[in-house]
């Protein structure tokens, strides 16, 4: 008999994931041409070239010893050290491989750091809408996750009700930007404003509280926007970060932990971390696609394809009567659904073969998430059925 924590988790397994599984059945009878897969946030376009050419100059080159070896917790120190240099050209940051902890993806690293981080019972802030793994990652560890209600205007957060519900229990918050699911890129004023919020919460509380930044999408952002790097404004930030969209590679299962020198605890933090990417399972993130990456810091996958993408898609459902804040970063639409039940209406589009996720998955029903990381002719023979499922509602 399974465990009760792990027949509640069974019963109540990623929306997103099942959706998926769905079209694959739906694939089977009509045919993959004639399903729309817009369920997995999957992407699309290859990884830059210069991967495969590392993936090949490790293995030909480099001692088999080094490449497939044990090492450090945190991964190869002189990978860490290019990273750190890495952020500190880009972001004007002062790190260095101390900082930098690999781990198995952005999802590896939250768990790592969760684990550093949480007693039972400590409160975790999230704002909605979220990615809804985070339930999750803060229940392994028997924190209590605090919902701060969605702002449906522009998808900022809601700082007031912020500050209303942090408490003397709270230990961390995430926030993820470019967002998932919204692709709302958080301004540089919503930062400043959260960080002296939590700055005035520390004081009054006398208690760390970690800013954990979830940065998957960090580098797919359009029109120019410019995505604050959080450490710069906030003493208490630990980002988590992954390559699975910056390098098309989320089967890899590659990112890492920045931990800098000013947070809280600093010491205690790393040795914390080194310990729980140990017993968690993972021991250290995968050693030839940490060596790899390692040589491929400045590639980017081409962000003009997703451009593209949102584009059609955004244009399109706007000229058929759905509403939607137009992303600025990752590659996801977050509509409005056109019946207040939004898994009702999820279910309405799969008559046309539509496969879309429910906004009650991200924390905020009445809206749903449509990923645009699909072929741009896939977008386009959708349309058709967008605009039908519109007439349902609006004729």
Same mark, same amino acid.
């Given at each position: 008999?399974? @465990? ?11 929306? !997103? ?75 004007? /940051? ?15 690293? %939250?768990?790592? *750091? %969760? ?8 409160? $975790? ?21 605090? !919902? *701060? ?20 229990? /709270? ?37 760390? !509280? ?16 410019? $995505? ?13 970060? @992954?390559?699975?969209?910056? %390098? ?40 030839? !696609? ?103 509602? %609006?004729?």
């Amino acid at each position: 008999m399974i @465990s009760e924590k792990m027949v509640g988790l069974v019963k109540n397994s990623s929306v !997103i994931r099942a959706m998926f599984e769905e079209g694959k059945r739906l694939a089977g009878i009509y045919g993959a041409e004639n399903v729309y897969d817009f369920s997995l946030g999957n992407p699309s376009v290859e990884p830059p070239k210069e991967i495969r050419e590392a993936l090949l100059q490790v293995i030909n080159e480099e001692a088999p010893n080094l490449v497939h070896g044990y090492m450090n917790n945190s991964g190869y120190e002189d990978v860490r050290e290019k990273i750190a240099t890495s952020i500190n050209h880009n972001f004007g /940051t002062d790190f260095h491989c101390d900082n930098i902890i690999m781990t198995v993806g952005a999802a590896g690293g %939250l768990n790592v *750091i %969760l684990k550093t981080l949480l007693n039972p019972g400590d409160e $975790v802030v999230v704002f909605a809408p979220f990615f809804g793994e985070y339930r999750n990652y803060i229940g392994n560890f028997d924190g209590q996750i605090v !919902i *701060i209600n969605p702002n449906t205007v522009d998808f900022q957060p809601n700082l007031k009700e912020f500050e209303q519900k942090l408490t003397a229990k /709270t230990k961390a918050v995430i926030i993820n930007t470019p967002n998932n699911p919204t692709g709302v890129v958080y301004s540089e004023q919503t930062i400043r404003e959260l960080a002296a919020v939590l700055d005035r919460k520390e004081k009054e509380f006398d208690s760390s !509280i970690y800013l954990i930044a979830d940065e998957p999408y960090r580098e797919l952002a359009y029109d120019g926007v410019e $995505v604050p790097y959080l450490t710069k404004f906030y003493h208490n930030t630990i980002v988590g970060y @992954s390559f699975s969209k910056s %390098l098309s590679l989320p089967g890899e299962r590659i990112g890492y932990l920045v931990i800098p020198k000013e947070v809280d605890d600093y010491e205690d933090v790393v040795a914390g971390a080194n310990v729980a990417n140990r017993i968690l399972g993972y021991v250290n993130a995968p050693s030839l !696609i940490q060596r790899a990456v390692a040589k491929c810091l400045e590639a980017k996958v081409e962000v003009e394809i997703y451009n593209r993408n949102r584009e059609l898609l955004y244009n399109s459902l706007v000229s058929y009567g759905y509403e939607c804040v137009k992303p600025q970063g990752a590659f996801y639409l977050f509509v409005k659904t056109l019946e207040v039940d939004d898994k009702a209406f999820c279910e309405a589009a799969k008559k046309y073969n539509l496969l879309i996720v429910p906004g009650s998955a991200f924390g905020c029903p009445g809206y749903c998430r449509i990923a645009y990381c699909v072929d741009y002719a896939m977008i386009e023979r959708s349309l058709p059925k967008f605009k039908l499922l519109a007439k349902e509602y %609006l004729a």
